[in-house]
């Protein structure tokens, strides 16, 4: 290996090489390191308990959506898109109903599946994922509707949250 890393110095003047590991997990802190004393000192940009700039009710979204992309793989995976239509916080519980927009019935068919079963696997497990970012209980409602070229129509994307802003 250090034969080949030597040859790749001489092309490029890089600041240091590191041969790394993920798997093994050799070397990571030492890249880490290096990596951090080359990053500019600044005053932070967003405070320290800030994950993101998004809300709860996107991100409750995005996990809806990210479930039923794993789930259905490259059956619908840009042909579907999460609404969040009611998010109401209580002291011990959050309930949340979220829309599930497909463009034709027969998406709407594959996203509910037979008996209703992956359409409930899909719930049970962005359920799960909402409560442990939430930190408490979560009562979720899934609807699946179809609109028509959605993906294609600039105002439905704005409805939906897709805008440039």
């Known amino acids: 290996m250090w034969p080949y890393l030597q040859e790749v110095a001489t092309k490029r003047d890089f600041t240091d090489i590191f041969p790394i590991s993920a798997h093994k997990g050799q070397n990571l802190v030492e890249l880490e390191a290096k990596i951090i004393s080359l990053l ?6 967003f405070p320290e308990d800030q994950i993101t700039d998004r809300s709860e009710r996107f991100l409750c979204a995005e ?4 479930k039923l992309v794993r789930r259905l793989g490259a059956e619908l995976p840009y042909r579907l898109t999460v609404q969040i239509e009611h998010f109401e916080s209580r002291k011990d519980l959050i309930s949340i109903s979220a829309l ?4 034709r019935q027969g998406q709407k ?8 079963l992956m359409l ?10 909402m409560e442990t970012m939430l930190e408490c209980k979560v009562f979720l409602q899934l609807w699946v509707k179809v609109k028509e070229g959605w993906c294609d129509n600039e105002r439905a994307l704005r409805q939906l ?3 440039e802003d």
């Open 40 to 45: 500019p000192i600044s005053t932070p940009l």
């Open 63 to 66: 996990i809806v959506r990210e």
């Open 100 to 103: 599930i927009w497909v463009e």
């Open 109 to 116: 068919a594959i996203v509910i599946g037979k008996k209703g």
């Open 120 to 129: 409930k696997a899909v719930g049970e497990e962005a359920r799960k994922d």
């Open 161 to 163: 949250g897709y805008s």
